[in-house]
């Protein structure tokens, strides 16, 4: 398998993308990685460089415990398909959703692949890792999903924990946790493998988080002759939980456009309500925006047409560590912080002290005494709207910025 | 002689499924279908708030959570005994709606079509005669020379990437026969190069209609806004203006090049008439409300049809469904009504746990009056076909195509080729129906009757809602009591039609479709996978 003999740019343009789109697309990602988008010429040189050498990392897809909506989430990136163009530039192989191949012909496929590629290839992983009944309660190809994962997971460079489940479990870890599940990463430690995990939660992932990582890998990988990529520099640019600094670092509320109105206290007690209608702070309904890390406000979905808060759906936290567990009631106002809930969440003992449970606890609890301290919420505060909507009435002048 | 064949994982589906089957003499006589993942959602549900299964459900399946968003909403507010406003009927039906487009769009280009169109063979289309025979079939003209190119260069490059290894043979290019063996030797490359183009317009059509949800929900897939009591979002003329520029695109879209692709494509599969055809009995919960939110007078209405009976429809009676756990891994009872289900895994496996004489799957067998039945569009189209209450142009497009196909025997349709063909038809019907309902809520707004959500204060009932998901009769249950789940029970379309023996030994629908079905290379066996991925898992 060679890429030799077309460049980059004829290969891109016999896959419908103009050099401008694709200068384009770097621009959007130098803008998501923290840089000036004047770097975006640099991105380009170090993609099509990559290409040329038939460098791009090989990489295999392979589903767990899934509800298949992250490869969904992958199938909308659409900013004009460049998004597409450089995951297919992974030279993907196995993609269960979307591979032509089935059956005998798939299993073959991916052994021959990883043979090929051994120490070499991405492996992204979609869905939790089931281990109930030993691993039975997910069987692929007549073994259980587990013995894929791990003989795939000891021969790839990195493995991408795509998507909450992937990462942590996701819903299926949510008390009693009947399936057993658990994270890549945990998982992968229990079985003593050491290839590094990119964790990548929300449920579903945004294709454009993908990309970004994908983007960022060729940024700072070089390869020695035989194709290894060394990891170290992505390695640490990874927080204490395995998540990209650069794309987990600010809270919804921090970059939410209706937070003017969080401060101005105007809020959403009832959905539908003449208040929706004028965009206001969703926090009163359940909106967990102030304990979630991710960048959903600025990244949006869906080629940019929305995300959860601009349609008027309070942010669910669905990137946090146990998500369900730690973020329901869903609607409910205030939630219960504390080493219960956090001792509960399924944290990841591979990924070091700093467990998310603690800084979106230790966030929220800054924020909650923010919000007593400025009056607008009292200690007996409940969900019944007219309540809520009175003290808050009555208390929203003494309120300033939190 | 009898072998055995496998096809495990059955890919180009959503979620996990194998295939087992004994073929004699070039023909499958038995079939067994597993679900090989067990999650547990419903019992991760136990004790928490009604309201939010509303977004733990949707997770279940990632191409139809919109679906599954409804279903438990609905089921909620009939515990609580809400009535949703006019103006969230109308946003749910226009949500519904899109999903249904992208996902039809998605199962016919993206899953399905490779299993009828082969891209190797596209390398050897003339382009003129590619854009007369698409002139002639009154499909898309896309620029098939690009295409072509794009083709052409993926396969040079080596680099196959999802379409490595296929069925196509070992070097598609070099010993096109190979591949044409499995596809339909007459079936012209220019077609193919067709098909191949428009796969790739899918791909940005799916999108489209995926961003009609985001609109209204926030992001696709897992929207957020059609919780109980009616829908969060509230509609605006900017949107609203959005939503309908986006879905009379991918109408016209649907109109111009998918159906008369499949119509062009069909006449060289009208072998797949033959066989495929399943249970033969069909049940549709009814999809898309009326102003009276009965099922009954949906616009594709509910109703069931047991073809031995003759074609007619009978009412649906949900007291009628129950579901047999007996060839499923659960030590719960079997036979009980899925409003008091129960859902309690095995506790150990061993080498004989998988057993396709005792239990084999995670899949319960649901029945309705005892018996398996089909759901999805088939279903659906045949109970619009058969109701005379239902809009005459259900009707209308079936005569239509089968006159295309030439024939006049609508029986036929209970076949491989009719499932595929009733999907296909009905995506037209739904972009017409999305059209008709946006208009609509635009002039309830304008009228002020758009009211989108319904307060309520209730905490204890019993509910169920029945919906469709664009594979077929979804129906979500909910015991509540001082506000918290007591019991939780989904039954989705894939346990319908994936499901395994009932505990009198009688195959689910697939298992049904797949026994008759010619199997000529049982290392390469497309037939089979063309009957299973016609289901849409």
Request: glycine share 10%; net charge negative; with cysteine.
């Amino acid at each position: 398998m060679t890429n030799k003999g077309t460049s980059f740019y004829e290969r891109l343009e016999a896959r419908g993308v103009s050099r401008r789109d694709f200068l384009k697309f770097c621009g959007a990602t130098a803008t998501m990685l923290g840089l000036s988008s004047s770097a975006a010429p640099m991105i380009g040189a170090k993609i099509a460089g990559a290409a040329e050498d038939g460098g791009l990392y090989p990489a295999l897809w392979l589903h767990g415990g899934a509800c298949t909506g992250c490869t969904e989430s992958i199938a909308q990136a659409t900013y004009p398909n460049v998004a597409d163009i450089v995951l297919d530039f992974l030279n993907l192989v196995g993609q269960e959703t979307i591979q032509m191949s089935a059956g005998v012909q798939t299993l073959e496929g991916n052994e021959m692949f990883a043979e090929e590629h051994a120490g070499k290839y991405i492996l992204i992983i979609e869905g939790t890792v089931i281990t109930g009944l030993d691993g039975n309660m997910l069987r692929v190809g007549g073994h259980p999903f587990i013995e894929e994962l791990e003989h795939f997971a000891e021969r790839a460079a990195v493995v991408i924990a795509l998507g909450s489940c992937a990462v942590d479990g996701g819903w299926v870890v949510a008390y009693p946790n009947p399936a057993k599940g658990t994270g890549v990463s945990a998982f992968l430690k229990s079985k003593g493998v050491a290839t590094p995990v990119v964790n990548l939660p929300g449920c579903p992932m945004n294709p454009e988080e993908l990309t970004s990582v994908v983007v960022e890998a060729l940024l700072l990988t070089d390869r020695d002759a035989d194709g290894v990529p060394n990891l170290g520099p992505i390695v640490a640019r990874l927080d204490s939980l395995g998540r990209p600094k650069w794309l987990y670092g600010s809270t919804i509320h921090d970059n939410c456009p209706r937070r003017g109105h969080f401060e101005n206290g105007e809020f959403v007690y009832e959905f539908g309500s003449e208040e929706e209608a004028l965009g206001y702070c969703l926090y009163p309904v359940g909106c967990k925006g102030p304990q979630t890390y991710r960048r959903c406000p600025m990244i949006r979905w869906n080629n940019s047409v929305s995300w959860c808060v601009d349609s008027g759906g309070p942010c669910i936290g669905c990137a946090n560590w146990n998500w369900v567990d730690q973020n329901a009631p869903f609607r409910g106002r205030f939630r219960r912080v504390g080493a219960g809930v956090l001792g509960r969440g399924g944290i990841d003992p591979a990924v070091g002290a700093a467990a998310i449970g603690g800084i979106a606890g230790a966030a929220l609890l800054a924020h909650g005494f923010g919000m007593k301290a400025a009056h607008r919420i009292g200690k007996n505060a409940t969900l019944k709207t007219e309540e809520c909507k009175e003290y808050d009435a009555k208390h929203a002048k003494k309120g300033g910025a939190v | 002689m009898a072998e055995n064949l496998v096809l495990d994982p059955v890919t180009r589906i959503e979620g996990h499924l194998r295939v087992e089957a004994v073929v004699e003499n070039g023909k499958i006589t038995d079939a067994w279908a597993t679900g090989t993942l067990y999650r547990g959602v419903e019992t991760v549900l136990q004790g928490r708030r009604p309201e939010d299964a509303f977004y733990v459900t949707q997770r279940i399946c990632g191409v139809c959570p919109t679906s599954h968003g409804h279903a438990s909403s609905m089921a909620v507010e009939s515990a609580y005994g809400i009535k949703i406003p006019n103006g969230a009927r109308l946003v749910r039906n226009i949500y519904e709606c899109a999903e249904n487009l992208h996902s039809h769009i998605l199962w016919f280009y993206i899953l399905a079509a490779l299993d009828y169109v082969n891209p190797a063979k596209a390398l050897t289309a003339n382009i003129s005669d590619t854009i007369d025979l698409a002139k002639a079939a009154g499909t898309g003209i896309s620029d098939f020379a690009a295409v072509q190119e794009r083709v052409l260069a993926l396969v040079q490059s080596g680099d196959m990437s999802v379409f490595s290894n296929g069925w196509w043979g070992i070097d598609p290019v070099a010993h096109p026969e190979e591949a044409d063996e499995l596809y339909n030797p007459d079936m012209p490359a220019e077609l193919h190069l067709i098909g191949v183009a428009h796969y790739l317009e899918a791909l940005e059509m799916q999108a489209e209609a995926a961003r009609v949800m985001a609109l209204l929900g926030g992001k696709f897939p897992h929207g957020m806004t059609s919780v109980a009591g009616g829908t969060a979002w509230v509609p605006d003329s900017t949107k609203l203006d959005d939503v309908l520029y986006r879905v009379k695109r991918v109408a016209a879209w649907v109109d111009g090049t998918m159906i008369p692709d499949v119509l062009a494509i069909a006449p060289f599969y009208t072998a797949a008439l033959e066989f495929g055809g399943g249970c033969g009995k069909f049940l549709s919960f009814g999809l898309f409300n009326d102003a009276d939110l009965d099922m009954n007078s949906r616009y594709f209405p509910a109703g069931y049809i047991d073809v031995d009976n003759g074609l007619k429809v009978d009412t649906v009676d949900t007291s009628k469904i129950k579901e047999y756990v007996k060839h499923a891994w659960y030590t719960s009872p079997s036979g009980l009504h899925p409003q008091h289900g129960e859902t309690q895994a095995i506790s150990s496996w061993n080498d004989s746990t998988f057993d396709l004489d005792g239990q084999y799957t995670w899949a319960k067998a649901p029945r309705y009056d005892e018996k398996p039945a089909e759901v999805g569009p088939l279903s659906r189209m045949l109970v619009g076909y058969l109701s005379a209450g239902a809009d005459p142009a259900i009707k209308g497009i079936i005569d239509f195509a089968l006159g295309e196909l030439g024939v006049d025997d609508p029986t036929l349709l209970v076949s491989l080729l009719g499932r595929v063909a009733a999907r296909v038809l009905e995506t037209k019907l739904i972009a017409d129906q999305t059209i008709a309902y946006i208009v609509e809520l635009v002039e309830a707004v304008k009228t002020g009757e758009a009211k989108t959500f319904a307060e309520y204060d209730s905490h204890d009932g019993e509910g169920a809602g029945f919906w469709e998901a664009p594979r077929g009769a979804l129906a979500h249950f909910v015991n509540v009591k001082n506000g918290r789940i007591e019991n939780y029970n989904v039954v989705t379309p894939s346990t319908w039609d994936m499901s395994p023996r009932d505990d009198n030994g009688v195959r689910g629908p697939l298992e049904e479709a797949l026994v008759g079905t010619p199997i000529d290379d049982i290392e390469r066996p497309i037939m089979a996978a063309r009957v299973a991925r016609s289901f849409d898992p």
